[in-house]
């Protein structure tokens, strides 16, 4: 395989506005279309391997045919860049570790709560290409612009609202006005700015701004404001003093709800971690976001002496030996009087180039044997301080950072060093690391560790939960917050805090309520992993509710029944749905949250004509018909719905 060594440091990838390539003394135009198509493949969704990569830029060639045009692509780059800007070196290609990307950028500063900078960001992603030839690349695409969208009036939208709550309305109002100016149809924006101006005294620009929502939503969709737009602007009309003067109150949060006493549901969990502990060879802990991997990790290891915690970082699948390379120095600085042999300083060098004390030259070379071995006398040398290590987020770790504990673990059990050195426990997402979770089914067959798999809670579990939090009004609501959120510790708590907050626990669980504050992001990062045909099934399913069938999404989608099947054994898999429904109903609110109006619009009038087809009720029909935006016909159904209710009363 051909190997791209340099680092491409300096080089920038913008896929903002078009794709171009700007390094330290060449600036590429108008990228090709598939290698702007690879390189902001690779910039979003990571490494990838070549086989998936070759069928998703030339799906209808043979596999070498598409391999080897691959190849020649990534040759054309390299010549026409001067240097290696993709690490072939395996076959799964990624991008260079110094080569930053504006889209990826975007979606960085968004998830770190920086809105304000997301708006600098301006370009439509790839603008001006189209991959009609690929579709699964196209439809990846309309997916990452529709997502990169939403992004920037999301952040918009929360910037805007950390200016009103701080009481600097005008600027709110500048910021509110770029979110309309991009969706003008953003209801939510317009209620933003009818209740801005009212709070600056100005009641008619109030007035007028609903007017403008009014009109702006019968000329796009066909529709009228929703119930919650009216009722705020005959607040407006009538002057309500509330209005002006009420700020929303921010509820203190009891520190048993911030850091919940109870373990709760996880009995086996640990159990299975003290078998792991007595037979002295490491337990890995599996799971999706959220279900308290790190809290159980770092709980049982306090109880096995002193632990030494560490997390793999998102940036490390890029960089070999990274994450070996931050645990050596955390262990190196808690043991800053250990001496190391010069054969264990000279092999350490080549991931610790601090080490060289200048008694010898280091080659640069790796001999993994030999790194091992020297990593696992290291071990031995400084562990001893240590019960246990707790390794995070392993879903991040490089491969090689894994393959060398997998040797260190097999070479300490062979020599009977594993009572002399720190127990490892370690969690990983479940689903985001296929090559990692590989390995540990290997070493788990081979005797070499113990795989736990963290569950949702039942609702017993829920409620053992909730009996650690000091709030009565959370005691009945085990039921249907197990329902809600599907179990997940960390929805159930955050979904308390946003209705302790709100001030609604009082009135009991809400129909809906959407994803807050960690909850959002989250669920997002798991919907951003979808194929477009799983996501499109997903937001099919969402709009359809109760109807859907994978008969009516190969309808409503103009799909192949085999591609309907493909994608939804792809939300099976991915633990999204479950009996033809979200595996809860945080993951419907999430879905809709992220559902571009346009694209709602267009799957309701879909729903309802195949719905037309068959017998449903009408005010079902006029539901869809109006979500659509066509008032007339929803107006007919819904006089079929009277009638229909005049029969049954009859009857």
């Given at each position: 395989?051909?190997?791209?060594?340099?680092?491409?440091?300096?080089?920038?990838?913008?896929?903002?506005?078009?794709?171009?390539?700007?390094?330290?003394?060449?600036?590429?135009?108008?990228?090709?279309?598939?290698?702007?198509?690879?390189?902001?493949?690779?910039?979003?969704?990571?490494?990838?391997?070549?086989?998936?990569?070759?069928?998703?830029?030339?799906?209808?060639?043979?596999?070498?045919?598409?391999?080897?045009?691959?190849?020649?692509?990534?040759?054309?780059?390299?010549?026409?860049?001067?240097?290696?800007?993709?690490?072939?070196?395996?076959?799964?290609?990624?991008?260079?570790?110094?080569?930053?990307?504006?889209?990826?950028?975007?979606?960085?500063?968004?998830?770190?709560?920086?809105?304000?900078?997301?708006?600098?960001?301006?370009?439509?992603?790839?603008?001006?290409?189209?991959?009609?030839?690929?579709?699964?690349?196209?439809?990846?695409?309309?997916?990452?612009?529709?997502?990169?969208?939403?992004?920037?009036?999301?952040?918009?939208?929360?910037?805007?609202?950390?200016?009103?709550?701080?009481?600097?309305?005008?600027?709110?109002?500048?910021?509110?006005?770029?979110?309309?100016?991009?969706?003008?149809?953003?209801?939510?924006?317009?209620?933003?700015?009818?209740?801005?101006?009212?709070?600056?005294?100005?009641?008619?620009?109030?007035?007028?701004?609903?007017?403008?929502?009014?009109?702006?939503?019968?000329?796009?969709?066909?529709?009228?404001?929703?119930?919650?737009?009216?009722?705020?602007?005959?607040?407006?009309?009538?002057?309500?003093?509330?209005?002006?003067?009420?700020?929303?109150?921010?509820?203190?949060?009891?520190?048993?709800?911030?850091?919940?006493?109870?373990?709760?549901?996880?009995?086996?969990a640990w159990a299975q971690l003290e078998t792991a502990w007595k037979a002295r060879i490491p337990a890995f802990v599996v799971?999706?976001?959220?279900?308290?991997?790190?809290?159980?990790?770092?709980?049982?290891?306090?109880?096995?002496?002193?632990?030494?915690?560490?997390?793999?970082?998102?940036?490390?699948?890029?960089?070999?030996?990274?994450?070996?390379?931050?645990?050596?120095?955390?262990?190196?600085?808690?043991?800053?009087?250990?001496?190391?042999?010069?054969?264990?300083?000279?092999?350490?060098?080549?991931?610790?180039?601090?080490?060289?004390?200048?008694?010898?030259?280091?080659?640069?070379?790796?001999?993994?044997?030999?790194?091992?071995?020297?990593?696992?006398?290291?071990?031995?040398?400084?562990?001893?301080?240590?019960?246990?290590?707790?390794?995070?987020?392993?879903?991040?770790?490089?491969?090689?950072?894994?393959?060398?504990?997998?040797?260190?673990?097999?070479?300490?059990?062979?020599?009977?060093?594993?009572?002399?050195?720190?127990?490892?426990?370690?969690?990983?997402?479940?689903?985001?690391?296929?090559?990692?979770?590989?390995?540990?089914?290997?070493?788990?067959?081979?005797?070499?560790?113990?795989?736990?798999?963290?569950?949702?809670?039942?609702?017993?579990?829920?409620?053992?939960?909730?009996?650690?939090?000091?709030?009565?009004?959370?005691?009945?609501?085990?039921?249907?917050?197990?329902?809600?959120?599907?179990?997940?510790?960390?929805?159930?708590?955050?979904?308390?805090?946003?209705?302790?907050?709100?001030?609604?626990?009082?009135?009991?669980?809400?129909?809906?309520?959407?994803?807050?504050?960690?909850?959002?992001?989250?669920?997002?990062?798991?919907?951003?992993?979808?194929?477009?045909?799983?996501?499109?099934?997903?937001?099919?399913?969402?709009?359809?509710?109760?109807?859907?069938?994978?008969?009516?999404?190969?309808?409503?989608?103009?799909?192949?029944?085999?591609?309907?099947?493909?994608?939804?054994?792809?939300?099976?898999?991915?633990?999204?749905?479950?009996?033809?429904?979200?595996?809860?109903?945080?993951?419907?609110?999430?879905?809709?949250?992220?559902?571009?109006?346009?694209?709602?619009?267009?799957?309701?009038?879909?729903?309802?004509?195949?719905?037309?087809?068959?017998?449903?009720?009408?005010?079902?029909?006029?539901?869809?018909?109006?979500?659509?935006?066509?008032?007339?016909?929803?107006a007919l159904f819904d006089e079929r719905a009277q009638q229909e209710a005049l029969v049954v009363r009859a009857s």
């Amino acid at each position: 395989m051909e190997h791209d060594d340099e680092t491409g440091t300096g080089w920038r990838l913008e896929l903002l506005g078009g794709a171009r390539l700007d390094g330290p003394e060449v600036r590429l135009e108008r990228l090709e279309r598939k290698t702007a198509a690879l390189l902001a493949y690779l910039a979003l969704r990571g490494a990838t391997a070549r086989a998936p990569l070759a069928e998703l830029l030339w799906p209808d060639s043979k596999r070498e045919t598409g391999r080897n045009n691959l190849r020649q692509l990534l040759r054309r780059l390299r010549e026409a860049a001067g240097t290696g800007l993709v690490d072939t070196s395996q076959d799964t290609l990624r991008l260079v570790p110094r080569l930053t990307c504006d889209a990826a950028r975007l979606v960085e500063v968004f998830s770190s709560g920086r809105y304000a900078e997301v708006a600098r960001l301006e370009g439509e992603f790839l603008h001006g290409y189209t991959y009609d030839d690929c579709d699964e690349l196209s439809g990846w695409v309309r997916g990452q612009r529709d997502h990169l969208r939403e992004l920037r009036l999301h952040a918009g939208e929360e910037e805007a609202a950390r200016l009103e709550r701080e009481g600097q309305q005008r600027a709110a109002l500048e910021w509110n006005l770029l979110v309309l100016e991009k969706e003008p149809t953003r209801e939510s924006a317009w209620r933003r700015s009818m209740r801005l101006h009212c709070l600056l005294g100005d009641r008619a620009s109030a007035l007028r701004a609903y007017a403008r929502c009014c009109a702006v939503l019968e000329h796009e969709l066909g529709m009228s404001p929703m119930e919650e737009t009216q009722a705020l602007a005959r607040d407006i009309e009538s002057g309500a003093p509330a209005l002006l003067s009420e700020r929303p109150v921010r509820r203190e949060l009891p520190l048993s709800v911030l850091h919940p006493r109870v373990l709760a549901g996880r009995a086996r969990a640990w159990a299975q971690l003290e078998t792991a502990w007595k037979a002295r060879i490491p337990a890995f802990v599996v799971g999706e976001p959220g279900l308290g991997k790190t809290r159980l990790l770092t709980e049982f290891a306090a109880t096995c002496g002193r632990p030494l915690l560490f997390s793999s970082r998102p940036g490390d699948t890029t960089v070999p030996f990274a994450t070996h390379a931050r645990f050596w120095r955390r262990m190196l600085a808690q043991r800053p009087d250990v001496v190391l042999p010069a054969w264990v300083r000279r092999e350490l060098t080549c991931i610790l180039p601090e080490l060289e004390d200048g008694s010898f030259t280091p080659t640069g070379e790796v001999d993994k044997v030999r790194l091992f071995s020297a990593m696992l006398e290291l071990l031995r040398l400084t562990g001893e301080s240590f019960g246990s290590v707790v390794a995070d987020d392993l879903q991040y770790m490089d491969a090689e950072s894994f393959e060398a504990v997998s040797n260190m673990v097999s070479a300490a059990m062979d020599a009977g060093m594993m009572l002399r050195l720190p127990h490892l426990v370690a969690g990983l997402r479940r689903g985001e690391a296929p090559q990692a979770e590989a390995l540990i089914r290997r070493m788990v067959e081979a005797g070499l560790a113990v795989r736990v798999e963290l569950e949702p809670l039942s609702t017993p579990e829920v409620a053992e939960l909730l009996g650690g939090v000091d709030v009565p009004e959370a005691s009945g609501l085990a039921e249907p917050l197990a329902r809600f959120t599907g179990g997940n510790p960390l929805f159930i708590i955050e979904t308390l805090k946003s209705l302790i907050e709100s001030g609604e626990l009082t009135q009991g669980l809400p129909r809906a309520l959407p994803p807050a504050g960690r909850v959002g992001a989250i669920l997002e990062r798991r919907l951003e992993r979808l194929s477009a045909r799983a996501l499109q099934l997903a937001r099919t399913l969402a709009v359809a509710r109760q109807q859907f069938s994978l008969e009516l999404a190969a309808q409503v989608l103009d799909a192949h029944p085999l591609h309907i099947t493909q994608g939804w054994e792809e939300l099976l898999a991915a633990q999204l749905v479950r009996d033809h429904w979200f595996t809860h109903d945080l993951l419907y609110e999430a879905v809709l949250q992220h559902l571009p109006a346009p694209v709602g619009v267009w799957l309701h009038r879909r729903v309802a004509e195949h719905l037309s087809t068959l017998k449903v009720p009408a005010a079902l029909l006029a539901h869809h018909w109006r979500e659509a935006g066509d008032a007339a016909r929803a107006a007919l159904f819904d006089e079929r719905a009277q009638q229909e209710a005049l029969v049954v009363r009859a009857s």
